[in-house]
């Protein structure tokens, strides 16, 4: 195929994948997208750029940056320009990712029960055993419908050779898939003809699967269940996506003071009196969720919740305890995990990790740090973190000691060259590549996991960034996996 004008000029960085662009020019399995995109000039494209943000404001698809003297609550960046992924692409990150979930659910119903991976000597005890995550309250406790992690959200990203690997697993409250939906709203009604001809899976029915999922595991099976979404109100950063996915889902959305335990039953106070409640999406933070049973100073939670929750007379997703699961120091061991439990190969990779509580791993890590991107491993959000070959001698002075101190909290990886993607850079008028990873969503329900053929591509906007987090100055793109034979 011929190089399109809109790309004409646009360079890969070098050492990295681009996602579009090949060592010879635009990706051939690409090729009949391109050639649409291509169709418009830089002008045009501004044009589309700012009627699509101006769609974002006016829909108020926002989220909040705490602490930010410019005010917490922000547009969240869009670039029009998708990323997109072939089909078999697509199908090899989603047999990995359900095998991935498959292993962590295992995981944590073995942790909660016989402790058998400990015992085998697999996994350190000590390690999971002193995870923040851990709720030894909760061992024994069987969750409502057998599900511990009706939600995943895990983050991908390709090496210099173009393969995936995993970053991490969001096992407790993932967020970003109410702008996965809004993404595609907008690029639906910006650039149509271009979507349609690219034939791209459908995301909008994530909503209906997710109402479907949470359904599956209600203790009372039938229409008599009645699901709610539990937020903990609209200072929170996600509380867009808290109402977005509960009026999307057609499920009412609650705060703590909305909901009662009498006995070992949870109720929803009404006009009509108190009604009973079975599944409860949970996006409230488990350390405030039940004064009772977490932090005796919540204002956020349900006293008397866990009570019920231990009784089996109401579901809650994703399942308190999960933490143990997704602990950045746990990470290193999913590997081991799919073999222990499913007695298979792993299909995704994972970023190699050094665990800083092992002596050895510790010693490189404080010797290398001009090398390595450091994470606290009870942080989010790009919080807690120091890019190692970025950061200046007091930045690395100051993680040195925070590590030789309470060594347990901190994880190392080499920084990888994330692959990039063409993105709008509005200073430019035109493309430059800019680095992305990328989140889909796994929901598991009783008879299994299902990947949501899509996910939420972060990108980092800023020149010369590897940080893609919304917190950090991140921005979006919408994500098209493209149907099999599709796109040529």
């Given at each position: ?149 009706h939600i995943a959200g895990v983050d991908l990203i390709r090496d210099p050779t173009g ?228 950061a200046s001698a007091a930045e690395r002075a100051e993680f040195r000691a925070r590590i ?85």
């Amino acid at each position: 195929m011929t190089a399109p004008p809109l790309f004409q000029g646009y360079a890969p960085l070098p050492g990295t994948f681009d996602e579009i662009l090949g060592p010879d020019g635009p990706r051939a399995s690409f090729a009949r997208v391109l050639d649409a995109l291509a169709q418009m000039t830089g002008d045009e494209l501004a044009r589309l750029q700012q009627l699509a943000e101006q769609a974002l404001m006016n829909q108020g698809v926002t989220f909040s940056v705490y602490a930010d003297s410019r005010g917490t609550e922000k547009i969240f960046p869009f670039c029009l320009i998708p990323r997109l992924v072939a089909a078999d692409d697509f199908a090899h990150v989603e047999r990995g990712l359900e095998q991935r979930l498959r292993a962590l659910g295992a995981f944590l119903d073995d942790v909660y029960g016989d402790q058998q991976i400990l015992a085998a000597g697999v996994i350190p005890t000590e390690l999971v055993l002193a995870a923040a995550g851990f709720q030894p309250t909760l061992r024994g406790v069987r969750p409502p419908g057998g599900v511990r992690i009706h939600i995943a959200g895990v983050d991908l990203i390709r090496d210099p050779t173009g393969t995936w690997q995993v970053l991490e697993d969001n096992l407790r409250t993932p967020s970003g898939v109410s702008y996965v939906i809004e993404n595609r709203t907008i690029t639906k009604r910006v650039i149509p003809r271009i979507l349609d001809r690219a034939r791209v899976h459908r995301v909008d029915h994530y909503p209906t699967r997710l109402a479907e999922t949470l359904r599956a595991v209600s203790p009372r099976p039938g229409d008599d269940s009645t699901i709610v979404v539990l937020t903990p109100g609209p200072y929170n950063s996600a509380y867009f996506e808290h109402s977005f996915l509960a009026r999307t889902m057609g499920l009412e959305l609650v705060t703590a003071p909305d909901l009662f335990v009498d006995g070992e039953v949870v109720y929803c106070k009404t006009t009509r009196g108190p009604r009973r409640v079975d599944v409860i999406y949970r996006r409230t933070d488990e350390t405030f969720l039940d004064p009772e049973v977490f932090r005796p100073d919540s204002l956020l939670g349900v006293r008397g919740l866990m009570r019920a929750y231990a009784a089996g007379t109401v579901a809650l997703a994703n399942a308190p305890g999960n933490g143990v699961a997704d602990d950045k120091a746990v990470y290193p061991f999913v590997p081991d995990m799919i073999k222990f439990y499913l007695g298979e190969q792993p299909i995704l990779a994972q970023v190699p990790t050094l665990v800083c509580a092992r002596p050895d791993d510790r010693r490189y890590v404080v010797d290398h740090l001009d090398q390595l991107v450091v994470k606290a491993v009870d942080e989010a959000g790009g919080y807690g973190m120091l890019m190692g070959p970025q950061a200046s001698a007091a930045e690395r002075a100051e993680f040195r000691a925070r590590i030789e101190a309470t060594p347990r909290r901190y994880i190392a990886q080499h920084r990888v060259e994330l692959s990039t993607c063409p993105t709008w850079v509005g200073d430019r008028r035109g493309l430059a590549p800019r680095r992305v990873d990328l989140r889909p969503y796994v929901l598991t329900s009783p008879s299994g996991p299902w990947v949501l053929p899509g996910g939420l591509t972060r990108v980092a906007l800023v020149d010369g960034s590897y940080v893609v987090n919304s917190s950090q100055g991140g921005g979006s793109k919408d994500t098209w996996v493209l149907k099999s034979g599709g796109a040529i």
